[in-house]
Nanobody, 122 residues
Framework: QVQLVESGGGLVQAGGSLRLSCAAS????????MGWFRQAPGKEREFVAAITWIGGRTYYAEAAKGRFTISRDNAKNTVYLQMNSLKTEDTAVYYC???????????????WGQGTQVTVSS
């Protein structure tokens, strides 16, 4: 069993920064790709960023490129999402996700966190 617990969300003004953390329990974290998704009110959940287990290769949605950075600390079983230059349209619940394998394979997420709210004010 794997548990993912997000933290670091909150209220920030446009142009500000936040760093989200996702603490994972369970040995399988160390062989799994990890990702961040978000869901805004009235919208579907969407991909934000992901990182592989091998080599730490990263992937970003267009909306996140150049502003967000995903990273992981395997010693701490934690994945991070550094968000800079935040915009009001970044307001959403952000979810941590674990992929079933070491690579980022869409559709193979086997665990989700409970989510953390990010609100960006103008």
């Amino acid at each position: 069993q794997v548990q993912l617990v997000e933290s670091g969300g909150g209220l920030v003004q446009a142009g500000g920064s936040l760093r989200l953390s996702c603490a994972a329990s369970g040995r399988t974290f160390r062989s799994s790709a990890m990702g961040w998704f978000r869901q805004a009110p009235g919208k579907e959940r969407e991909f934000v960023a992901a990182i592989t287990w091998i080599g730490g290769r990263t992937y970003y949605a267009e909306a996140a490129k150049g502003r967000f950075t995903i990273s992981r600390d395997n010693a701490k079983n934690t994945v991070y999402l550094q968000m800079n230059s935040l915009k009001t349209e970044d307001t959403a619940v952000y979810y941590c996700a674990k992929y079933a394998s070491a690579v980022v394979d869409p559709g193979t997420i086997d665990y989700w966190g409970q989510g953390t709210q990010v609100t960006v004010s103008s």
